[in-house]
């Protein structure tokens, strides 16, 4: 039996992953092997998957396969259905630019003395890793693939190990991975017990419900929340993805989350039976709480790939938000409202997907033109690096969701979504939602201020240091995989029709309800409820202001002076301002750091040095780490420390404890 | 969707570009009597703006690209914006376009494109405004929010037409929800649109600017635009307070009499909120910086609480 295309488009993206990987070995003998072969079949597997995605959404029905890999009783089962598709559009369409941007930007480590073939490779078993768990169709498959990916992002991140910050960050992403696996693999065995059977197809037929079902819920809310870096349970993803090379970052943040968020939706939405509302409250709240903590944080950063790990978390928060409301109006039977929350879920993942790649391609720009994270020795890249600049502002208005960017489309539709908040019976979910409504348009000015801040310090004003003065320009591979992101965040802002005709075969099979209503005027309208509630036409808003825009610069011509003259700025009569005297990062965050102090741990402190100048330090720490991860360390090295006691040194003492141990087992067994 | 309502929506837009700075000027004039001063003209302002777009532009050196399209794209931004608010009849499809979310994500752009131009030349007096703009913009937008939730969920509807058709079917019950939601949505007009006491348009010191520290830089017909989308705002944020809470009077049809009843209407309604604002910058003093994040919780706490009466004791009731 041959299987169907679209699951042979999505092997053949594994395989040429695989090559990919394999070829990248023998870059340790000739360092451009990884750039003329390696990265060009990485793009060529995303190009790839993206076409077998893509034909999924647009197929009807399910392609299934089974290989005969793995344990002798329980061969690899495959499926591709429309969730898949739209994961496998995501990895792909990601990936495809990364490995074009890759290109260029691995020649600039090509005489470093950092191992080419570990990047290379690992980077082709990362990318079969991801493709694999969206493709499993089996607990067993799904597990071995996530483990796979975990691992090999792994070595990734502890890539440029001779920093010890970054073996710091490997080995804190390699336990939080280790603990999220663990959850997981317990949550498939919780569904597995009353199942019987490893297969997705017996899970989903089993139903699960009661204390049993909620208990692999908030298992899978553990291990795939972990992974997402959900709020209180992020403080490895900040750490983790701005350590590793900066394709790889946008791999880690646009993808490998978007895999969590996968993960999740096939869990509860899938395999798991009738969701209860309190899910959906749970996930609703911590859904909320990342995304305020999350850009939070992320405006306090200095640190531009810090910032950007940050602001990850807050689009998780929005994603798992919104899969928080949908989880809510299917728990009390409001099919349409909860196919809308999927929808506007899924958008917002394929939309952080293009935008959060794209910007961790452009701070990758900067960091291969100037050798410089940090916003505060930035400033006037907009000169030096005018295709990165223009590409990073289109990132960031759409992360920011200003119409008609791609950004804007997902945001309105779960504004909407909350919006038919009036539907559910209960006043206290009711004014719960309204709230969460508050928390998310907080959430989302500012997103706006962190990246005005962001591309405003880095881009714009003059360059605060030497080097980013003569920043070089990105090489043009590069600029094509950021060009190809960019284009990707327009025409998912500018056509939300057509985008959401290709989602509704997902809410459609998994919640057997559509959202037909929502395209019902053609392309040009988005009615999410029905053109009476709501509507927005994306087409028309582009339209006009283009148009407007030419109108009013043209009739520039009608004034009596249209001559332009250069001059210095304006310097209240003193001297001309220096690069010193602008705004900085910390200066511009500083009013709203003032007014959520509470939030944050700050240490400021003023010290004068011996010669009489005076020195200004401010550290600002995430507060997680003091209430949570603090706390569990020092009680597992206070556990650590009383189990040494066993360690005596003396052989009789460790054959006594064998010995009872060997009786309790056999106590245990009979 | 006829031609003829294309005509009529294509009108009104440029009525809100047309009288933008006379409203402007009525506030001016108003509150020049209130201080025992004669004032300028009513069309002073228009005076200004040709003036300005007369003028030679001057750049910085340091200034990039960004800096000579943000002018035009924040005019444009707030125009269409505007042009999304019913200002004399209901119905017209450029409504649709855009209902009140999106309304807000326009208003965004604006922002984000004046902030960033605000920081592009390079001076500690740019960065200052963007950073203050952003704080002011952090705090008002959930707060405009709540109110836009509070009426669209009472509505049933987030178009700005769909709730004043609402508020016209229903005749005149008091709703607390929305006597809360007006209060939010008059603070938060004030903030939004940089009057006392969150910002001072007239002020002459740098230190204490917002909105002009952001425009110190710009010069002649870049200058002339970014005055003439601040009064468009202004007029937009007029015309919702006035449309959204008392729609009496807009005009329903394309029929010629009820589109001057509207006109007059709306021309009446203005005028007395011009003359509220001219008292309220009159009594008021400007606040301190970081006085802001109380008056922007206070408008979010009216929203909120809109809503939550809205959700507690007006549903199903």
């Not at chain 2, 119905?91 to 131009?117: E, S, Y």
């Amino acid at each position: 039996m041959t299987p169907p295309a679209p699951l042979t488009f999505a092997g053949l993206a594994i395989a040429l992953a695989l090559l990919s990987a394999l070829i990248s070995l023998a870059s340790a003998r000739r360092p451009a092997l990884l750039r003329i072969l390696g990265m060009p079949l990485l793009a060529a597997a995303g190009g790839v998957a993206l076409l077998g995605g893509g034909a999924a959404l647009l197929g009807d029905g399910a392609a299934t396969a089974e290989l005969p890999l793995g344990l002798p009783w329980l061969p690899w089962h495959l499926r591709l259905d429309a969730l898949a598709g739209l994961f496998l559009v995501v990895i792909g369409g990601v990936t495809t630019a990364v490995g074009v941007y890759g290109i260029g930007y691995v020649r600039g480590l090509e005489h470093g003395r950092d191992p080419l073939p570990v990047l290379g490779g690992f980077t082709g078993l990362f990318l079969a890793g991801m493709l694999l768990v969206v493709l499993a169709d089996d607990a067993f498959v799904f597990v071995i693939a996530w483990e796979t990916m975990s691992l090999a992002s792994y070595f990734l991140v502890a890539f440029q190990h001779e920093q010890p910050a970054n073996r710091r960050a490997a080995f804190l992403y390699l336990l939080m991975a280790h603990l999220s696996g663990l959850a997981i693999l317990l949550g498939f065995g919780v569904l597995a017990a009353f199942a019987g059977s490893f297969e997705f197809a017996a899970l989903r037929a089993a139903a699960l419900e009661g204390p049993w079902a909620s208990l692999a819920f908030a298992l899978a809310l553990l291990g795939f929340g972990l992974k997402a870096g959900l709020v209180p349970l992020h403080a490895w993803l900040p750490e983790a993805h701005p350590a590793a090379p900066s394709h790889i970052s946008a791999l880690m943040s646009a993808v490998m989350l978007k895999v969590a968020v996968y993960g999740f939706i096939r869990f509860v939405f899938d395999l798991l039976g009738p969701p209860q509302w309190q899910w959906g409250v749970v996930v609703l709240a911590l859904g909320s709480v990342s995304a305020l903590m999350g850009i939070l944080y992320a405006l306090m950063q200095t640190d531009l790939k810090r910032l950007l790990a940050y602001s990850s978390i807050e689009n998780l928060g929005v994603i798992f938000l919104a899969l928080g409301l949908a989880l809510l109006f299917l728990a009390t039977d409001h099919t349409l409202p909860a196919a809308l929350a999927l929808v506007a879920a899924l958008y917002h993942t394929l939309n952080h997907a293009l935008f959060k790649g794209l910007l961790f391609l452009g701070a990758g720009a900067i960091l291969h033109g100037t050798h410089e994270r940090d916003l505060e020795q930035m400033g006037g890249l907009l000169r030096r690096m005018p295709w990165t600049g223009w590409f990073f502002l289109v990132g960031c208005l759409s992360i920011a969701a200003m119409p008609p960017f791609n950004g804007f489309v997902s945001e309105w539709l779960t504004f909407q979504v909350a919006l038919q908040a009036w539907q559910l019976e209960s006043g206290v979910l009711r004014s719960l939602i309204a709230i969460v409504a508050a928390v998310l348009a907080l959430t989302a000015a500012l997103v706006a201020a962190c990246f005005v801040k962001a591309f405003g310090v880095a881009f714009l004003g003059q360059a605060r240091s030497r080097h980013v003065r003569r920043a070089r320009p990105a090489p043009l591979s590069m600029r094509v995989g950021q060009g190809l992101l960019a284009l990707g965040c327009l025409a998912l802002g500018v056509l939300p029709s057509g985008v959401i005709a290709l989602l509704a075969p997902i809410p459609t099979e998994l919640l057997g309800q559509g959202v037909a209503q929502a395209t019902a005027l053609g392309w040009l309208w988005l009615t999410p409820v029905s053109p009476t509630t709501a509507s927005y036409s994306a087409p028309l808003v582009l339209l006009v202001l283009a148009v407007l825009v030419v109108l009013v610069f043209w009739s520039r011509q009608w004034g009596a002076v249209g001559r332009l003259r250069r001059c210095d700025p304006w310097d209240c009569g003193f001297a001309p301002p220096s690069a010193r005297m602008q705004y900085g990062a910390t200066a511009f965050a500083q009013p709203l750091r003032r007014v959520f102090a509470l939030l944050f741990r700050v240490e400021e402190t003023v010290e004068t040095l011996e010669d009489g100048r005076r020195r200004y330090r401010l550290a600002i720490a995430d507060r997680t780490w003091g209430l949570l991860y603090q706390p569990v360390a020092r009680a597992v090295e206070a556990a650590a420390r009383r189990v040494t006691r066993l360690q005596s040194g003396n052989v009789r003492v460790y054959l006594g404890w064998t010995l009872a141990t060997l009786l309790v087992l056999l106590w245990l067994i009979s | 969707m006829t031609p003829l309502t294309w005509a009529m929506a294509v009108a009104q837009a440029l009525l809100y570009a047309a009288a933008a700075p006379l409203l402007i000027g009525w506030v001016r004039k108003v509150k020049a009597r209130l201080q025992n001063r004669r004032g300028p003209a009513l069309v002073q302002p228009y005076r200004d703006l040709y003036k300005l777009f007369a003028k030679e532009v001057r750049v910085a050196h340091t200034a990039s690209p960004l800096y000579r399209l943000a002018p035009y794209l924040i005019f444009a931004a707030i125009w269409l914006a505007a042009a999304s608010v019913p200002l004399v009849a209901l119905g017209l499809p450029t409504t649709t376009i855009a209902d009140m979310i999106v309304l807000v994500g326009l208003l965004g752009l604006a922002r984000v494109f004046l902030a960033l131009a605000g920081m592009d030349v390079g001076t500690a007096f740019g960065g200052m405004g963007a950073s203050r703009e952003m704080l002011v913009a952090a705090l008002a937008e959930p707060a405009l929010l709540m109110v836009i939730f509070t009426l669209a969920m009472t509505a049933h509807s987030t178009s700005l037409s769909g709730v004043i058709d609402y508020q016209l079917a229903a005749d005149f019950v008091p709703r607390p929800s929305f006597v809360f939601a007006l209060g939010g949505l008059i603070l938060l007009s004030l903030a939004e649109t940089g009057r006392i006491p969150v910002d001072n348009p007239t002020t002459h010191l740098e230190l204490t600017m917002v909105h002009e520290a952001m425009v110190l830089e710009y010069s002649g017909r870049h200058l002339a635009l970014l005055e003439w989308a601040a009064q468009v705002k202004l007029l937009l944020y007029g015309a919702l307070i006035a449309n959204l809470f008392l729609p009496w009077g807009i005009a329903e049809g394309l029929a010629p009499a009820a589109l001057v009843l509207g006109l007059a209407a709306i021309l009446v309604k203005l005028a007395v909120l011009g003359v509220a604002l001219a008292v309220a910058e009159t009594v008021l003093a400007k606040m301190r910086l970081f006085r802001v994040p109380a008056f922007l919780n206070l408008a979010l706490l009216l929203g909120l609480l809109g809503l939550l009466s809205h959700v507690i004791l007006e549903v199903g009731a």
